[in-house]
């Protein structure tokens, strides 16, 4: 090959990644731009409740977008002491953790079966819970109500409980298949050869395999049952039994007139899902990735 035809294969070589990827340098602050318009979305409004809890009456209505001055604490102080919100906060933990329980244990028994196991309807099983995706609680809400109501499980807590587990698991189980299909085959048969059965090797080996998945779903089914609003409406009716979104409703509507308590209260609802929810992401970050990649 001549020192010609080498400069011009040299010329048609595509170029590499570094050099494309200096093509859209341009769009670095754009992107930024957009990064900061989003958090500022997001961010903002909750600063905005927080530090309006620390903010009398008087300071919200001089200057609504004000900072506390001086900082108030009787309106968390009066939240924090009374009996209702605690009980409030039990009864949305108790749900929230129920409800992540069985769609952690029922998800991955299930997609176990769809992903380890070769039977007549595997994939039309598969694609019956990704449909589901596309029906929210909404849509299926008036005849959940007449079956709880048949089933004599209105007005409790194991009435929210059970249709959260059932509507969570097309999540659960379309994030959890990729997982276990992606565990190689080589090690069941190992684990079969060394004498370890189908249950040994489910929960020996493809459970922790499987963690970063597990934690994606459990979180999600955690965060959604902590935030539910309208089954808990329709289903409690007992005050006693209220979880924190149903609480929120409650407080603001008695101390409508009390805008820096109601503040207060709807920040300290919402506080344990958010720090929940960020001590987690970069687990269901890791865990929605290696879904995609599976």
């Not at 992540?100 to 039977?119: C, D, H, L, S």
């Not at 409508?256 to 720090?275: E, H, N």
């Amino acid at each position: 090959m001549t020192t010609v035809d080498l400069a011009t294969d040299l010329s048609k070589t595509p170029p590499s990644h570094h050099e494309a990827g200096r093509r859209f340098d341009w769009s670095s602050p754009f992107v930024y731009v957009i990064a900061l318009i989003v958090v500022g979305i997001s961010v903002v409004p909750v600063l905005y409740v927080i530090l309006g809890g620390f903010r009398s009456n008087a300071q919200l209505n001089a200057d609504p977008a004000g900072l506390p001055s001086p900082w108030i604490l009787n309106n968390y102080g009066s939240v924090l002491t009374a009996g209702t919100f605690w009980q409030q906060v039990a009864n949305s933990t108790l749900t929230a953790l129920a409800t992540t329980a069985g769609v952690v244990i029922i998800g991955v028994m299930a997609a176990f079966v769809i992903a380890r196991y070769n039977f007549k309807g595997r994939d039309a099983l598969y694609t019956l819970f990704t449909v589901g995706l596309l029906f929210p609680l909404t849509v299926a809400i008036l005849p959940l109500y007449l079956m709880l109501q048949n089933l004599g499980l209105l007005g409790s807590l194991l009435g929210v409980i059970i249709p959260q587990v059932a509507f969570a698991l097309p999540t659960t189980i379309v994030i959890l298949v990729p997982f276990l299909r992606a565990i190689p085959e080589e090690l069941e048969d190992a684990a079969v050869i060394d004498g370890t059965g189908r249950f040994g090797f489910f929960a020996r080996i493809l459970l922790p395999l499987s963690g970063p998945g597990l934690v994606t779903v459990g979180v999600l089914a955690f965060v959604g049952s902590w935030n539910a609003y309208l089954l808990p409406l329709l289903v409690l009716g007992d005050p006693n039994a209220f979880t924190l979104p149903l609480g929120v409703q409650a407080y603001s509507t008695q101390y409508s007139q009390d805008t820096a308590a109601v503040l207060a209260f709807t920040s300290l609802a919402m506080l344990p899902a958010l720090i929940f929810f960020t001590l987690a992401e970069r687990r269901i970050v890791g865990g929605l990735t290696g879904a995609v990649k599976g």
